[in-house]
């Protein structure tokens, strides 16, 4: 296979390979829509509640989450998701979780570009589509989550250095370097923008050349960055005062560096991210680890190397993770597109071997795929065999596990029809060498992995919270007559998000006092708490609406109206 490896060469991106990683982004929305909804799932009601913040109050400085805590995270994200639903005109779960769709697609793009220009186009290619079949890659491309806004900030920012370092001179690259700087500060605060350095100090220092750095506008380009930075961060710290400083300032950046205060139950080792990486990103990790390891001609550590840069990027990231003793391994999403180039450049030598005896790395990683290829075929065997019991003598499908028992019929037959088809074209392609069937089995079956783990496997999925709060809300927005006031209680859950309405924190003195006020208003709250208010103060509210969603705390939540009228819970819904 030939590899260039002159620093100057670059790929151009076709609309066949845009085409394709679209493709690759949609599958990813489609398995994780199509499943039940995980929107209460990893602190995604901040992520709504701060979207809901700007909508209904129009507090873009600095924004509240449910319980009228400062956010912990900058607003570019919030403001992105914002807009979106401004445009759209009423919230979904869909166009808030948009902007990461966006930056997922935007993540694959740079990559192929950055591949390119170290190792051709093929390899460009085969990464980007290995990186959309990660499993982490999978979750966090439909999170209400900044992490893969981040990731596409700073993957971008290592794209603009390599173009720049290409022109040897000045240019429009320099100044997007340093713009998008600030766009990761916006998304997420310094990491970003460390990790970026660590990797552009690092590259220019093993070339001898950190004069680099003055070349790349550092003199007027940190200023700009720091200007552009400040101008949120100044009114951010006026608006947030006391809170912001305690709850960002020092929670989220002085005590996760020294894994203290409320950081301190998320201490991890310092080599905790290698095992991380390796579990969330299989089988493109192990490829990704031999590929580092590797010695001799081979050896991506050498200087003139084309696999030093993703092997810099990969380590040196990695390395600067690991010296924080707060860990949490979605912090790793920028560090899979360094291993997707570098397990693509070894996935075509084990399916495409150059002339002459192969290197003993690569004929046992040759048998290691083959072996995965031939899991991947027995497991679409096992899942058809679920398919077809399950239409024959449905009480059989239970002998073959949980799995089999949660699953629908046709999400057996789906993934089995996947896995099947996916294990024997990785096989054929392996056996044949023909990288291209090689890598279209493999991916197909990772596919049809995470359509399991997400329809089956995954919370949501057993649980169902998700689905059963968003009915709730809906029938909440059906009830309300427009324009009347909402009081939201203490609840844990992205409930203002679906009404978009004011985000008044309504413990029991501020329900108290809008009942003083006499003027009507409906409230959304934990019932068991709604039912304390009523004993406790004497104040009698309608209970319209009782949830099937249960809170952490087995608490179901109700919508009440005051004052009360007469008393009508709705058929069908329970209370406690």
């Known amino acids: 296979m030939a590899v260039n490896t002159s620093p100057n060469a670059s790929v151009s991106i076709s609309w ?11 599958l990813v929305v489609v398995v994780r829509a199509t499943g039940p909804s995980d929107l209460n799932q990893v602190d995604q009601p901040l992520q709504a509640a701060y979207v809901a913040d700007i909508l209904a109050n129009g507090h873009y400085i600095v924004q509240f989450d449910q319980q009228g805590r400062v956010a ?31 930056a997922a697609l935007g993540t694959l793009i740079v990559t192929f570009l950055l591949a390119g220009l170290w190792l051709g186009p093929w390899t460009a290619l085969a990464a980007a589509l290995i990186l959309a079949s990660g499993h982490h890659f999978f979750k966090m491309a439909y999170l209400a989550r900044t992490d893969m806004l981040l990731c596409f900030w700073i993957i971008l920012s290592l794209y603009a250095f390599e173009r720049s370092r290409a022109d040897g001179g000045p240019s429009i690259w320099n100044l997007l370097f340093w713009i998008i ?12 923008p460390a990790l970026v350095h660590v990797y552009v100090l690092g590259r220019l220092a093993l070339e001898r050349d950190l004069r680099g750095y003055l070349r790349l506008g550092a003199w007027w380009g940190i200023p700009l960055w720091t200007a552009l930075s400040l101008a949120w961060f100044l009114p951010a710290l006026q608006q947030g005062g006391e809170p912001f400083v305690e709850r960002v300032l020092k929670g989220e950046i002085l005590f996760r560096l020294w894994g203290t205060g409320p950081r301190a139950g998320e201490l991890q080792p310092f080599y905790a991210f290698f095992p991380w990486f390796v ?42 993770l690991s010296l924080i003793p707060s860990k949490r391994a979605d912090w790793l999403m920028p560090v899979y597109p360094a291993g997707a180039i570098l397990a693509a ?45 399950s239409s024959i003598h449905p009480p059989a499908t239970a002998l073959l596990g949980t799995i089999a028992w949660q699953a629908s019929p046709w999400i057996a037959f789906a993934a089995g029809a ?36 997400y329809h089956v496997v995954a919370t949501p999925a ?77 104040v009698s509210f309608d209970i319209v609406l009782v949830s099937n969603y249960l809170e952490y705390d087995e608490a179901r939540l109700a919508l009440a109206r005051w004052p009360s009228r007469e008393h009508s819970v709705r058929p069908g819904q329970h209370q406690e």
């Open 279 to 320: 579990a969330r990103f299989l089988p493109w990790s192990l490829l990704a680890t031999i590929a580092l390891l590797r010695r001799g001609k081979s050896c991506p550590l050498r200087t003139q190397s084309p696999l030093m840069p993703p092997a810099l990027w990969l380590g040196s990231m990695m390395i600067l």
């Open 418 to 453: 996947l896995l099947l088809w996916g294990g024997g074209a990785a096989w054929t392609g392996m056996r044949r060498l023909m990288p291209r069937l090689a890598l279209g089995g493999f991916l197909t079956g990772l596919l049809a992995l995470n359509l399991i783990y």
């Open 181 to 192: 700087q600030a766009m990761a500060t916006l998304t997420k605060g310094p990491p970003g």
């Open 72 to 102: 912990t995270k900058p607003p570019l994200y919030n403001w992105l998701a914002a807009s979106l639903i401004r445009v759209r005109g009423k919230p979904s779960e869909f166009i808030l979780k948009f902007p990461s769709v966006l």
């Open 345 to 389: 450049h070894l996935f075509r030598q084990i399916s495409n071997p150059p002339e002459g005896p192969p290197e003993r790395v690569i004929r046992c990683t040759r048998l290691l795929f083959l072996l995965v290829a031939a899991l991947m075929a027995s497991a679409g065997v096992l899942f058809l065999s679920i398919f077809a019991l």
């Open 16 to 26: 066949q390979a845009i085409a394709l990683m679209a493709v690759a982004v949609a």
């Open 462 to 538: 057993v649980t169902l919270d998700g689905d059963e709060l968003q009915q709730f809300m809906t029938q909440v927005r059906e009830t309300i007559p427009p324009g009347e006031k909402v009081l939201f209680g203490t609840t844990r859950t992205p409930t203002q998000f679906f009404l978009l309405s004011n985000q008044l924190y309504a413990d029991s003195e501020n329900i108290i006092r809008s009942v003083s006020r006499g003027r009507p208003f409906w409230l959304v709250m934990r019932l068991r708490e709604l039912q304390y208010l009523e004993r406790g103060r004497g």
